[in-house]
């Protein structure tokens, strides 16, 4: 069996992956009548339960899953083709397999591959502290084909590579969670907010 490809787009927030993974869906669904399976995490509560918004406003239908696994339950009813995972870094579930711990993410598109499915997946390249990311930065290095994107800093407007978390207007410290869902914080919180940034204005570089 001819094994499927993985596709990567990874980049800071704000620099577009969401909207390319929602191009890609209209397309592969659309054009090429494709069975698609598009696939959010739970987690995140930001946006629809049903569908996967991107900033510019296009739209794709999309399934909620708490577990990774879910998706191979997902694709045995559907005769799936094609998977699109978007967020994939709010995936942060383990399995130990072989002696040894692994993303239950990355186990579950080594399988999708090994199905012949193809499988694109959208994620952070680094959390708001300027480190790598897991398991998005797991499933970027195994990728046939790796796309790159850039946000623009919204202090100098030049091109940039990072994401940070702003508390009331500051940077976040180095001692908050690195996985929050949503962008508000809790009743008495302060409100969380992001912003893409270029190397000279990232305070943790």
């Known amino acids: 069996m001819k094994t499927g490809k993985l596709t990567g787009y990874y980049g800071p927030m704000f620099s577009g992956k969401t909207a390319v993974l929602v191009e890609d869906g209209t397309r592969l669904s659309r054009i090429a009548k494709r069975k698609v399976l598009v696939c959010m995490p739970t987690i995140d509560t930001r946006r ?90 797991d499933l970027m290095g195994m990728a046939d084909d790796l796309v790159k994107m850039r946000a623009i800093c919204t202090v100098c407007g030049e091109p940039a590579d990072w994401s940070l978390r702003l508390i009331d207007g500051q940077p976040a410290g180095m001692g908050e969670l690195i996985v929050v869902a949503g962008t508000q914080g809790e009743e008495g919180a302060g409100c969380e907010t992001y912003e893409a940034r270029c190397s000279n204005h990232h305070p943790f570089l």
Not at 111 to 126: F, K, P
């Open 48 to 137: 629809s339960r049903t569908e996967i918004v991107s900033l510019s406003g296009a739209r794709v239908s999309a399934i909620q899953v708490g577990d990774p696994f879910e998706i191979l339950r997902l694709i045995a009813k559907q005769g799936t083709q094609e998977v699109l995972i978007d967020e994939v870094q709010f995936f942060r579930q383990r399995i130990e397999r072989e002696g040894r711990e692994d993303w239950s993410i990355v186990f579950v598109v080594k399988t999708l591959l090994q199905q012949g499915i193809n499988v694109r997946v959208a994620g952070l390249n680094t959390s708001f502290l300027g480190y790598p990311f897991p398991p998005a930065t």
